[in-house]
């Protein structure tokens, strides 16, 4: 891994909603049998894996259900080695892979009452019923992007790094006062 550097270099915005670069995060890709993934997670981190498009949180991080054999862990960025290296051993002889992914990938949050609409003019998801700890993979505009609700307010958005300023900004735009749409209350 190379050093922490944000792929959003700390860019904020406000309007709608408040917009935030989460800084460097330690994302690792597991793939393989998810209950033999969750056995590792399990062992090493004391979480399980999730349900079909569901987020599992705890005191070390959140486990990311991606596809029906992978699944993205969401930690500090300085354990991310380690933490790999812990799950390798746990998953040794077994037919599953693990690989840092940290300088791959960014992380932007999106937090206030509004977030829901915003978001819905950028991603084809339906946010009427979107519960917290629900996860959804789709697209951002052009771009392939993951989002989970983590709280009533506070939603997290993961996209390739080489795209984190065309999401950033997208959202940034569609979020300005005066595009309220009121469609999520």
């Given amino acids: 891994m190379s050093d922490a550097v944000s792929a959003l270099n700390g860019q904020r915005a406000s309007g709608l909603v408040d917009l935030a670069d989460a800084g460097p995060m330690g994302m690792i890709t597991l793939r393989g049998d998810l209950g033999l993934l969750g056995g590792a997670l399990g062992s090493v981190l004391g979480l399980s894996a999730p349900e079909l498009r569901r987020v599992v949180s705890g005191e070390k991080g959140q486990v990311l259900w991606m596809s029906p054999d992978e699944l993205l862990v969401v930690l500090p960025y300085a354990e991310a080695p380690g933490v790999a ?11 599953a892979t693990v690989a840092v992914v940290s300088d791959a990938r ?19 998801i339906d946010f009427a019923d979107f519960a917290v700890g629900e996860l959804r993979r789709s697209r951002l505009a052009q771009v392939a992007a993951a989002v989970w609700r983590d709280s009533a307010d506070e939603w997290s958005v993961v996209c390739f790094r080489s795209v984190a300023g065309y999401a950033f900004e997208a959202l940034a735009t569609v979020a300005q006062p005066g595009g309220e749409v009121g469609l999520y209350h």
């Fill in 106 to 124: 960014a992380l932007i949050r999106v937090s206030g009452a509004q977030a829901r609409d915003v978001l819905a003019k950028l991603m084809p």
């Fill in 85 to 95: 290296a812990a799950l390798e051993a746990a998953l040794a002889g077994q037919f």
